[in-house]
């Protein structure tokens, strides 16, 4: 069955960078819609970006816009998160999320819902302190 696998995540100073990555085994990510989610204590979870099946199209939540990049490699069947200058505030709870995309346009396409995603990973703590 379809499942979501991520890596990566921990503690980091402010300014630092930290890579989360998910996979898919047995499963082509690359016919999947992937997008990753973050959840802060006390605090609802939040789409932060993601890209649609043919890598054409990303979307970034206004908080990360310019600091953070989300990528696929089909070679790996990997898809990354790179998060740079990290802020407090960005410490929280990640989370790969992922749903088949007939290649309509149908996701991320200019937001990310969490509605939309029906396959979810593990979760990754991020810790940004000093």
């Known amino acids: 069955q379809f499942q979501l696998v991520e890596s990566g995540g921990g503690l980091v100073q402010p300014g630092g960078s930290l890579r989360l990555s998910c996979t898919s085994p047995g499963y082509f990510l690359r016919y999947y819609a992937t997008a990753w989610f973050r959840q802060a204590p006390g605090k609802e979870r939040e789409g932060v970006a993601c890209?649609?099946?043919?890598?054409?199209?990303?979307f970034y939540a206004d908080s990360v816009k310019g600091r953070f990049t989300i990528s696929r490699d089909d070679g790996k069947n990997t898809a990354s998160l790179q998060m740079n200058s990290l802020k407090p505030e960005d410490t929280a709870v990640y989370y790969c999320?992922?749903?088949?995309?007939?290649?309509?346009?149908?996701?991320?396409?200019?937001?990310?819902?969490?509605?939309?995603?029906?396959?979810w990973g593990q979760g990754s703590q991020v810790t940004v302190s000093s």
């Open positions: 999320a992922a749903v088949y995309d007939p290649g309509t346009n149908e996701f991320c396409s200019g937001y990310v819902k969490e509605a939309d995603y029906r396959f």
């Open positions: 890209i649609n099946r043919d890598n054409g199209s990303t």
